[in-house]
């Protein structure tokens, strides 16, 4: 066995709040190990547990205290076939986001917001490199875990009760899962996690599809709203609607209007595949073009006439790095990754007084 793998087996007896502790079964032990090649990194964490790795990214280099059921979610992850990768391993991911796992080329990460509602939990989401959207998998940490959980017991995976206790450390006493409570429900696996475990994008376009499969079109439309004022600040569900929107006759204006909802939001919200994008903004009377144009325009502009006028010149900037992001998504200016955009965005966040932000944000700089 390498050296570096019982290192790390010995660890897991540490008595620190997020040791990992593996499964019955040592499949997430041997086969899921992975480790970055950047020499920096390894010589200071080689030895640490992923999810230890992760507390500590985000506690002291992110600036967001790591959800206390972390420890559950990226045990779980593993289990489920991802690799452990470090947090700071690819510099080509969305420049707010904190890789925790990943399979092939798309990576499950935590998204810290530039201005987080106070309270609210860190989303999960999922992330390729290059210049991308993200897609939104769940609302917390936790409600994540609590679905793989449930999803280990109704495929009657080997690990369904480890995966049952992992999660209930965590849960309230009246959430508690118990084995065998998808089939006690009785509705199916997508409506057990709607009614019983929490809010997710893909379980509201199952049911949407579902209501239009039985061509019922009021309850596809109303679960659809449902979706897009269940996440707010997302433009990911106005995207779905649009397409609902688009199979249907005589819906052209709501259509339309579901488009610009959608791109009145970060554009990196509405979705991480490009044919997606490019439906919004035609059903918007835009193209990829006019929006490179309209958000490069925003992003340049000093907005000095409003500042003299009393506004604030770190709601200025903070605002310029909210169009730097958008005019990166749909191209231009010789960007050619989320690489090229972390130095002038970093920069922007400093001068709105968000130091940590920036450094967060240009820590992945290479150098």
């Known amino acids: 066995?390498?050296?570096?793998?019982?290192?790390?087996?010995?660890?897991?007896?540490?008595?620190?709040?997020y040791a990992f502790v593996p499964p019955p079964h040592p499949r997430s032990l041997t086969g899921h190990l992975r480790y970055s090649?950047?020499?920096?990194?390894?010589?200071?964490?080689?030895?640490?547990?992923?999810?230890?790795?992760?507390a500590d990214f985000l506690q002291n280099e992110a600036g967001i205290p790591p959800p206390s059921d972390l420890s559950a979610l990226i045990q779980l992850l593993l289990y489920r076939g991802e690799e452990s990768v470090f947090p700071s391993e690819n510099t080509e991911l969305h420049p707010l986001v904190i890789p925790?796992?990943?399979?092939?080329d798309e990576y499950t990460c935590l998204l810290r917001w530039p201005t987080p509602q106070e309270g609210a939990p860190?989303?999960?989401?999922?992330?390729?490199?290059?210049?991308?959207?993200?897609?939104?998998?769940?609302?917390?940490?936790?409600?994540l875990a609590h679905r793989l959980a449930a999803e280990e017991d109704h495929g009657q995976g080997r690990e369904a009760e480890w995966a049952a206790s992992l999660v209930n450390a965590y849960l309230p006493a009246e959430k508690q899962y118990v084995r065998g409570a998808v089939e006690k429900v009785?509705?199916?696996?997508?409506?057990?996690?709607?009614?019983?475990?929490?809010?997710?994008?893909?379980?509201?376009?199952?049911?949407?599809?579902?209501?239009m499969r039985k061509g019922d079109q009021a309850s596809a439309l109303v679960t659809a709203e449902k979706a897009y004022n269940t996440f707010n600040g997302w433009g990911q569900p106005y995207m779905e609607y649009c397409k609902l929107l688009q199979g249907m006759k005589g819906r052209e204006l709501e259509m339309r209007d579901a488009a610009f909802a959608a791109l009145r939001t970060p554009l990196w919200t509405v979705a991480d595949d490009d044919g997606d994008l490019e439906m919004v903004l035609n059903a918007a009377k835009s193209s990829r073009e006019k929006a490179a144009d309209k958000f490069w325009k925003l992003?340049?502009?000093?907005?000095?006439?409003?500042?003299?006028?009393?506004?604030?010149?770190?709601?200025?900037?903070?605002?310029?790095?909210?169009?730097?992001?958008?005019?990166?998504?749909?191209?231009?200016?010789?960007?050619?990754?989320?690489?090229?955009?972390?130095?002038p965005l970093a920069e922007l966040y400093r001068e709105a007084g968000m130091r940590e932000l920036a450094d967060f944000v240009e820590r992945y700089v290479e150098g």
């Open 186 to 211: 009785g509705y199916g696996l997508e409506r057990y996690l709607f009614l019983k475990v929490g809010s997710f994008p893909d379980v509201y376009k199952f049911l949407t599809e579902f209501h």
């Open 1 to 17: 066995m390498p050296r570096v793998l019982l290192a790390f087996l010995a660890l897991l007896g540490s008595s620190t709040s």
């Open 299 to 343: 992003y340049e502009d000093e907005r000095l006439q409003e500042v003299k006028q009393g506004k604030l010149p770190e709601q200025v900037a903070l605002d310029r790095a909210a169009y730097l992001m958008d005019a990166a998504l749909v191209g231009g200016n010789g960007i050619r990754s989320w690489s090229d955009v972390r130095p």
């Open 37 to 54: 090649s950047r020499q920096n990194l390894v010589a200071r964490r080689l030895l640490q547990d992923p999810v230890t790795t992760a």
């Open 100 to 104: 925790l796992t990943k399979s092939g």
């Open 122 to 143: 860190v989303p999960v989401v999922k992330a390729r490199p290059g210049l991308s959207g993200l897609k939104l998998v769940a609302l917390s940490t936790l409600d």
